[in-house]
């Protein structure tokens, strides 16, 4: 695994230039499609040049919005990626960066090998992030939901902890499987490859705990911390778990992840 240090950026308008507008939406005009990837590159370099360089860069912000902002339909997106982003050379290129990661922009992206080749990061939205910022999103159909105040750790923050925390840069994956298979339960493994340092990962989609078996291959280490997010934990320790054989039985957190980190 690589870890990342740089600047994602995001482009809401287009150069005026170079869109028009069509039925009451603003859109890159197809002729334009060339000149709109030099522009994206011209910016990369851009800002390299004065020392801020783009790691990833966008194809659009929310390209659904095109009453908003310059938009792009699904197909138009997929059309860029495949045609004209490999013009963007000073930057990694990102998309379709749906506002609700709406796979219809991305499927088209990933099931075709030349705009998938031109991708570097998908990308998307859902309402917060990691940190609250102090603002909440507009969801009528449940007034009543409450909202991370600004710099609380959100629950999306937590779950995503349950990889960075404990997977670090020179981790990388191992094999392993749950027997017998169950529905909506999945697991991946981490080893250091500069230790003996391991990692399970155990995500359980039902809305009951489960009791799982584990079997990791060629595993090294036999005492495991769990550390669980659910509805009602955020990156809670548990007890330490002795694994027998190679194989360990569970009972996962409904609704919920739990990383295993072994201790060495």
Same mark, same amino acid.
């Given at each position: 695994m690589q870890q990342v240090h740089g600047i994602l950026a995001s482009p809401w308008y287009?150069?005026?230039n170079m869109v028009e507008t069509v039925n009451g939406e603003s859109?890159?005009?197809y002729d334009m499609y060339d000149d709109y990837a030099a522009h994206l590159d011209s910016f990369a370099s851009y800002m390299a040049n004065n020392g801020a360089p783009i790691y990833g860069l966008s194809v659009q912000n929310e390209p659904e919005y095109g009453e908003n902002w310059t938009g792009w339909t699904i197909n138009e997106i997929f059309t860029f990626m495949k045609e004209n982003a490999y013009a963007i050379n000073g930057t990694?290129?990102?998309a379709p960066e749906s506002f609700h990661f709406d796979?219809?922009?991305s499927?088209?992206?990933?099931?075709?090998?030349i705009a998938c080749a031109n991708t570097d990061i998908i990308c998307g939205h859902r309402y917060y992030g990691p940190i609250g910022d102090g603002t909440s999103? #507009?969801?009528p159909d449940d007034p009543d939901e409450t909202y991370p105040a600004k710099g609380e750790v959100t629950k999306k923050g937590y779950v995503m902890s349950q990889y960075s925390k404990f997977i670090r840069p020179g981790n990388h994956r191992i094999e392993s499987s749950v027997y017998p298979f169950t529905t909506n339960i999945s697991v991946s493994a981490y080893k250091d490859s500069a230790s003996s340092k391991e990692v399970i990962i155990a995500i359980n989609k039902n809305t009951s705990d489960q009791d799982i078996a584990?079997?990791?291959l060629n595993l090294t280490n036999s005492t495991f911390t769990p550390y669980t997010t659910s509805e009602t934990k955020n990156v809670e320790q548990g007890e330490d778990i002795n694994i027998d054989n190679n194989i360990i039985i569970l009972n996962i957190d409904a609704s #919920?992840?739990?990383t295993f980190v072994s201790n060495e």
């Open positions: 287009a150069p005026g859109r890159v005009k990694k290129v990102m796979r219809a922009y499927d088209p992206i990933l099931n075709d090998s999103a #507009s969801n584990f079997k990791i #919920s992840i739990t």
